[in-house]
Nanobody
Framework: HVQLVESGGGAAQAGGSLRLSCAAS????????MAWFRQGPGKEREVVAT????????EYADNVKGRFTIPVDMDTNTMYLRMNSLKPEDTAMYYC??????????????????WGQGTQVTVS
């Protein structure tokens, strides 16, 4: 059973930075796709960034490209979301997720089975 625990959310000013962490149960990062999703107030959940098994090929949503990165520490089974140049529209509940890798869908359009509890990010 995969367990995912997010941390690191909070408040930031526009233009600032935050780093989210997602601690995963052992070997999760090397076995499947990992992703960050977010759901803002009154909005649908959207994928923010994904990384493939082994963390070689990150992918990003267009609205965060150049501002967010998704580093992974395989030794500690921890995935991060580094968020720079934050905007008020980045305000959302952020979730990390894990799912099986599919050749046809890849990770960015993949299906995610396991989810963390979420961490709130508020940008003003």
């Amino acid at each position: 059973h995969v367990q995912l625990v997010e941390s690191g959310g909070g408040a930031a000013q526009a233009g600032g930075s935050l780093r989210l962490s997602c601690a995963a149960s052992s070997s999760t990062l090397s076995r499947g796709c990992m992703a960050w999703f977010r759901q803002g107030p009154g909005k649908e959940r959207e994928v923010v960034a994904t990384v493939d098994p082994g963390a070689r090929f990150p992918e990003y949503a267009d609205n965060v490209k150049g501002r967010f990165t998704i580093p992974v520490d395989m030794d500690t089974n921890t995935m991060y979301l580094r968020m720079n140049s934050l905007k008020p529209e980045d305000t959302a509940m952020y979730y990390c997720a894990s799912g099986e890798f599919s050749v046809s869908a890849g990770c960015f359009r993949g299906t995610y089975t396991y989810w963390g509890q979420g961490t709130q990010v508020t940008v003003s």
